[in-house]
């Protein structure tokens, strides 16, 4: 399995990126897909997760500013982040786990349930 994230950058408060996670070298009957951060000092934590029936759940801080989709056509994930905050600075990774039912892991923002991660993308947020 490989991930491959990509559309970090440095903007603005208020400012929008877009960052992508191609996928390869897996097929899973069921999936969760996520993005999530890691700022210098802190803990690794779940920003936006997706499964593959399309259910998805978001950590508080970001609800109604980032969007996260899968394409299944191009096995890519995304997440749209808009009014990005300095606050949002951090390493962004996407990360997969494959499972025979969505329900076993939908909905869980917690790193340890992933098994496969990606070598992650910085944003940077200014003031």
């Not at 440095?10 to 899973?28: E, H, K, P």
């Not at 508080?60 to 606050?87: C, W």
């Amino acid at each position: 399995v490989h991930l491959a994230e990509s559309g970090g950058g440095s903007v603005q408060s208020g400012g929008s990126l877009r960052l992508s996670c191609a996928a390869s070298g897996y097929t899973y009957t069921g999936w969760c897909m996520g993005w999530f951060r890691q700022a210098p000092g802190k803990e690794r934590e779940g920003v936006a997760v997706i499964d593959s029936n399309g259910s998805t759940k978001y950590t508080h801080s970001v609800k109604g500013r980032f969007t996260i989709s899968h394409d299944n056509a191009k096995n890519t994930l995304y997440l749209q982040m808009n009014e990005l905050k300095p606050e949002d600075t951090a390493m962004y990774y996407c990360a997969v786990v494959g499972v025979p039912l969505a329900r076993y892991c939908s909905g869980s923002l917690d790193p340890p349930t992933y098994n496969r991660w990606g070598q992650g993308t910085q944003v940077t947020v200014s003031s």
